[in-house]
């Protein structure tokens, strides 16, 4: 089944270390983004990438870091510079030229 | 700046009525704008609008946009307990960076 795949659904660390939360799609989607969801705040966009070897930043990328190594995956690390960084992360991807964004189940970080 | 604005936010309703949650928008180089589902984690696609004035349906759902007046309006008649849910909506870019905005979504609340 083609899909996006996000891991682990539920994660906990201690404040200051770094964490890397995994997205895989299987769709052969160019664009692949990741967002942020905050009660109230709607989804805020951290990064994206529109082909391998290429991301920019969104509105809120500040302690965060990506890769795009390979077309399938976009990892992202949430680094102890992430002042706030309890959150629900959401992957998203879509066919290069954004148009319908197909969305993974997302991973729900906890820092302790 | 560039923003998408929802309103309401919160929306309580009895099964059966009839909702229509807005959704404004003030962006530059625009493409297109996306309504998206939000159940328990990653949202669902509903609708993506590209041109004024062209109704689009799927069952009790319906969407428009107005690019005149930069707005959009989602309908859902004879809501039903499973439509209880955060309604999200996305305004896409023509530019090369192909980002996109969300709103804040409006939570919809079903009673039986």
């Known amino acids: 089944d083609g899909g996006i795949t996000q891991s682990p659904k539920y994660l906990f660390r201690k404040e200051g270390q770094n964490v890397t939360l995994s997205c895989e799609q299987n769709?052969?989607?160019?664009?692949m983004y990741w967002y942020r969801q905050d009660p109230g705040q709607g989804l805020r966009l951290i990064y994206y990438s529109q082909i391998v070897n290429d991301f920019q930043k969104g509105d809120i990328a500040e302690g965060y870091s990506v890769s795009r190594e390979k077309k399938e995956s976009f990892p992202l690390t949430v680094t102890s510079a992430q002042k706030n960084p309890t959150a629900f992360y959401l992957c998203?991807?879509?066919?290069?030229?954004?148009?319908?964004?197909?969305f993974g189940q997302g991973t729900r970080l906890t820092v302790v | 700046e560039d923003k998408v604005v929802q309103s309401p936010l919160s929306l309580v309703v009895h099964e059966g009525d009839t909702v229509t949650l807005n959704c404004s928008y003030e962006v530059t180089n625009f493409r297109s704008l996306l309504w998206y589902k939000q159940e328990k984690k990653a949202p669902t696609f509903l609708f993506m609008l590209?041109?004024?004035?062209i109704e689009k349906k799927s069952g009790r759902l319906s969407s428009i946009l107005d690019k005149k007046e930069l707005f959009s309006i989602l309908n859902i008649t004879a809501t039903q307990t499973g439509d209880s849910a955060i309604y999200l909506c996305?305004?896409?870019?023509?530019?090369?960076?192909?980002?996109?905005?969300f709103g804040k979504g409006t939570r919809l609340h079903i009673l039986p």
């Open positions: 996305a305004v896409a870019f023509l530019n090369r960076d192909d980002k996109i905005i």
């Open positions: 769709l052969n989607h160019d664009a």
């Open positions: 590209t041109s004024s004035g």
């Open positions: 998203a991807s879509s066919i290069s030229g954004f148009t319908e964004a197909f």
